[in-house]
């Protein structure tokens, strides 16, 4: 609904009969609220006891239909505020629980990165510790026997020296 800001006048036709309204609402408005009594009373002019009716008793339940029509969809607009309220709340509380598994995704990232780099150095320290290993192994002791160069060889046509 367009709200004016200063009070206008608008003439509308119900059931025939022409009426200045005055308000703050918009001529387009007015137009159409004017269009919404003019239907329900075509509505009700279709059914034959709600023409035997007086006239002012014609009005009445035009107009109690009316307000039941808006009591009704008041109640719809405020289930729907309800259902909007918690499903805002549902969002909020998916949204505060996706941050958190977020954070807590990032910590565990953290950690197996942390996990990684121990890894690697530990790596590092086997291979220093196998090259040290190796290293030690391969030389060759000073206690350890070495063959006596003094002992006999075999000449290359097989005789002893």
């Not at 009070?7 to 022409?18: D, L, P, W, Y």
């Not at 269009?35 to 014609?58: G, H, I």
């Not at 709340?89 to 505060?96: Q, T």
């Amino acid at each position: 609904m367009v709200r004016n800001k200063d009070k206008s006048e608008t003439v509308v036709t119900i059931a025939g009969k022409s009426y200045t309204l005055m308000g703050y609402e918009s001529d387009e408005y007015m137009q159409r609220v004017a269009s919404f009594v003019n239907s329900k009373l075509e509505e009700y002019r279709k059914v034959d006891s709600y023409r035997r009716l007086p006239a002012d008793t014609q009005n009445v339940l035009v107009l109690l239909n009316i307000a039941d029509e808006f009591f009704k969809t008041r109640e719809q607009v405020d289930q729907l505020n309800e259902d909007l309220e918690r499903r805002d709340k549902d969002l909020y509380d998916v949204k505060h629980n996706l941050v958190t598994e977020m954070s807590k995704n990032e910590a565990l990232e953290e950690t197996m990165k942390e996990m990684r780099d121990e890894i690697n150095e530990k790596e590092k320290r086997i291979v220093q510790l196998e090259t040290e290993l190796s290293h030690s192994q391969g030389a060759k002791p000073a206690h350890q026997h070495q063959p006596n160069q003094h002992q006999s060889s075999q000449h290359p046509n097989g005789r002893r020296n």
